[in-house]
């Protein structure tokens, strides 16, 4: 995975660097629209408040901790 994939800010399509054409706030965070200025793709990020990230990551580890568990008792 090169640096370039992890980057919200870049256009999916051509890598371009995207201009915001939206931000408004949602329940979950800040929602941007973006769009690329050289291919003219469109897409959205959200952004989420440190505890929201805190929150969704812990709940990650323990989907991750139950599914290693079933598939050790053969379930999944």
Known sequence: ???HENNCR??????KRGKRIETRSD???VRR???CPECRAR???IELDFE???TVGKIERVFAR????????GRL
């Open 43 to 45: 897409w959205t990020t």
């Open 66 to 73: 139950l599914i290693h568990e079933l598939q050790q008792e």
């Open 1 to 3: 995975m090169n640096a």
């Open 27 to 29: 329940r979950d965070g």
């Open 10 to 15: 870049l256009c999916p399509e051509c890598g």
């Open 33 to 35: 629209r973006l769009q």
């Open 52 to 54: 929201r990230a805190r």
